[in-house]
């Protein structure tokens, strides 16, 4: 039996079934994303390009506890850096990762709970 594309509103058909690769990266990516910190860094980032001094005051968190954070988002891709000066600043360069980050919190109200279609 032939696996069938899922066609929701909104949705392209995949045309191949994801690579053994492609499915270990994509969990990565999400183990990623999957720390409440992390992926408020993440969106922080996906709106403007700011230093880890900067990220930690927007996030509410201490500033050597968003360095760990940003060196993994580094280590996987997600994030990158780049010296302005004495500083390293933080940008996400991939519109996908950006998209991503934007469509979860379209699909969640802010109450947490899932918005409707």
Same mark, same amino acid.
Not at 82 to 97: A, F
Not at 106 to 115: E, F, K, V, Y
């Given at each position: 039996?032939? *696996?069938?594309?899922?066609r &929701? #509103?909104?949705?392209? =058909?995949?045309?191949?079934v994801?690579t053994?690769?492609q +499915?270990?990266a994509?969990?990565?990516?999400?183990?990623?994303l999957?720390?409440p910190?992390?992926l408020h860094?993440v969106?922080?980032?996906?709106?403007?390009d700011?230093d880890?001094?900067? *990220?930690?005051?927007?996030? &509410? #968190?201490p500033?050597a =506890?968003v360095s760990?954070?940003?060196?993994?988002?580094r +280590?996987?891709g997600?994030?990158?850096?780049?010296r302005?000066g004495?500083?390293?600043?933080?940008?996400?360069?991939?519109?996908?990762v950006?998209?991503?980050?934007?469509?979860?919190?379209?699909?969640i109200?802010?109450? &947490?709970?899932?918005?409707?279609?």
């Amino acid at each position: 039996m032939a *696996l069938q594309p899922h066609r &929701g #509103a909104g949705y392209a =058909a995949t045309p191949t079934v994801p690579t053994p690769a492609q +499915l270990q990266a994509a969990a990565e990516t999400f183990a990623m994303l999957a720390t409440p910190t992390r992926l408020h860094l993440v969106w922080l980032l996906s709106q403007q390009d700011l230093d880890v001094g900067s *990220l930690a005051e927007r996030a &509410g #968190a201490p500033v050597a =506890a968003v360095s760990q954070h940003l060196a993994k988002l580094r +280590l996987t891709g997600v994030v990158s850096a780049h010296r302005e000066g004495r500083r390293q600043i933080y940008t996400v360069d991939d519109p996908h990762v950006v998209t991503l980050v934007e469509q979860i919190f379209q699909h969640i109200a802010p109450d &947490g709970t899932l918005t409707a279609d």
